[in-house]
T-cell receptor, first 113, second 111 residues
Framework: DAGVIQSPRHEVTEMGQEVTLRCKPI?????LFWYRQTMMRGLELLIY????????DSGMPEDRFSAKMPNASFSTLKIQPSEPRDSAVYFC???????????FGPGTRLLVL | QKEVEQNSGPLSVPEGAIASLNCTYS??????FFWYRQYSGKSPELIMF????GDKEDGRFTAQLNKASQYVSLLIRDSQPSDSATYLC???????????FGTGTRLKVLA
């Protein structure tokens, strides 16, 4: 079975540019979570969806970040405009029910110059 | 006080020894506790979860939960060099479905 799929795996961009990260959850999973991991702050939950509906976006750092889940098999995390402090690894995770175990994708390494 | 705390390590143990990893949490109402392993440059992968006080064993791994003292631990028996990784403790806080992760303990198993 395919796991969580994320793209791109690596992204290098310049400050001020728009960045879009993509995630395809495991088939049949109806909950999706976006995390950010840095050395300083560890793994932080940004936002999570249940049945394509955003449930809690309190972890989204600021208005420059937005996330959507237009259908059960696709989600995006967008940063506009990007800043150097956004450099991190962004993980997407999914679970078959919101209370169940989360399975992580391979992550997207973002570097904003 | 951080919601989930772990000693960052590194914790060094010789091959074949027992590695003991600890995690404390602040939300007394937390119900679910998870241990993830993360190799350098890779994504977290679930090792175990525990919901009830006491011990839960799975192969070489044992999770221990003490809700009264608000700590959860992971024991790795017969440690192998391949166990060298960062171990993340995650707690699902009461009333939400959010996982709060600790910053992880780096384990080094010396051959």
């Amino acid at each position: 079975d395919a796991g969580v799929i994320q793209s791109p795996r690596h992204e290098v961009t310049e400050m001020g540019q728009e960045v879009t990260l993509r995630c395809k959850p495991i088939s049949g999973h109806n909950s999706l979570f976006w995390y950010r991991q840095t050395m300083m702050r560890g793994l932080e939950l940004l936002i999570y969806f249940n049945n394509n509906v955003p449930i809690d976006d309190s972890g989204m750092p600021e208005d420059r970040f937005s996330a959507k889940m237009p259908n059960a098999s696709f989600s995006t995390l967008k940063i506009q405009p990007s800043e150097p402090r956004d450099s991190a690894v962004y993980f997407c995770a999914s679970s078959w029910q919101i209370q169940e175990t989360q399975y992580f994708g391979p992550g997207t390494r973002l570097l904003v110059l | 006080q951080k919601e989930v705390e772990q000693n960052s390590g590194p914790l060094s143990v010789p091959e074949g020894a027992i590695a003991s990893l600890n995690c404390t949490y602040s939300d007394r109402g937390s119900q679910s506790f998870f241990w993830y392993r993360q190799y350098s440059g890779k994504s977290p992968e679930l090792i175990m979860f525990i919901y009830s006080n006491g011990d839960k064993e799975d192969g070489r791994f044992t999770a221990q939960l003490n809700k009264a003292s608000q700590y959860v631990s992971l024991l790795i028996r017969d440690s192998q060099p391949s166990d060298s990784a960062t171990y993340l403790c995650a707690v699902r806080t009461s009333g939400t479905y959010k996982y709060i992760f600790g910053t992880g303990t780096r384990l080094k198993v010396l051959a």
